[in-house]
């Protein structure tokens, strides 16, 4: 008996969900997880579980952390533009 394999689609969905989850556990372990426990809402448990493997990455975990993210980049973006500006004023 032969095995048919999923779908072309399926195939695709899948690959691109473990490139996902390995870029959001990438991601998270390069950050305060306390931090983004307590700026997202989602549990400090739960991130260490995405890290470990034990959970699946949730499209929402993965939309919070985008908003986590980009929300810290305008804020290290103004601090750099200020320091800039402050270096550029000294000379």
């Known amino acids: 008996m032969t095995?048919?394999?999923?779908?072309?689609?399926?195939?695709?969905?899948?690959?691109?969900?473990?490139h996902l989850e390995r870029w959001y556990k990438e991601t998270l372990s390069g950050l305060n997880?306390?931090?983004v426990?307590?700026?997202?809402?989602?549990g400090h448990r739960t991130l260490h579980a995405y890290v470990r493997g034990e959970r699946r990455v949730t499209?929402?975990?993965v939309e919070e952390l985008v908003a986590?993210?980009?929300?810290k980049s305008d804020t290290f973006t103004a601090a750099a533009d200020?320091?800039?500006?402050?270096?550029?004023?000294?000379?």
């Open 59 to 61: 499209r929402p975990a």
């Open 33 to 35: 997880l306390a931090e």
């Open 68 to 71: 986590y993210l980009r929300s």
């Open 3 to 18: 095995t048919l394999a999923p779908p072309l689609c399926e195939q695709y969905i899948l690959h691109m969900r473990k």
């Open 37 to 42: 426990a307590r700026e997202t809402g989602r």
């Open 82 to 91: 200020k320091m800039a500006a402050a270096l550029e004023k000294e000379g």
